[in-house]
Nanobody
């Protein structure tokens, strides 16, 4: 059964850094899926943070551009989110998600977020001021 498992995060001081990892089970052929990070803060809707394609191309929400870096290690079926210059407003539960790659992942992440239908269990990131 295809699964996504996140790790990393925790409590971080404002201005600090942390890294999240998402391991896709071996059933995933990452060349046929788009992976992305989403986050959900209390009282807010889930929002897309960053997306990555098999060829390494990336997309970011404006709120994290220049601070977060998404990457994917195809050999390890693992996606990462390097988070720098963290702010209290980055506090949220972060989820790894996958969508079938029937078009460019950038198109899915920017315009078709509903296509991400497989989710991990989430990992909490709390940024204190």
């Amino acid at each position: 059964r295809e699964r996504l498992v996140e790790s990393g995060g925790g409590s971080v001081q404002s201005g600090g850094s942390t890294r999240l990892s998402c391991v896709a089970s071996s059933e995933y052929d990452v060349s046929r899926y788009c992976l992305a990070w989403f986050r959900e803060a209390p009282g807010k809707e889930r929002e897309g943070v960053a997306g990555v394609d098999f060829d390494g191309s990336t997309s970011y929400a404006d709120s994290v551009k220049g601070r977060f870096t998404i990457s994917q290690d195809n050999a390890k079926n693992t996606m990462y989110l390097e988070m720098n210059s963290l702010k209290p407003e980055d506090t949220a539960k972060y989820y790894c998600a996958a969508a079938p790659r029937y078009t460019k992942c950038r198109e899915l992440f920017v315009n078709r977020k509903r296509e991400y239908k497989t989710w991990g269990q989430g990992t909490q990131v709390t940024v204190s001021s």
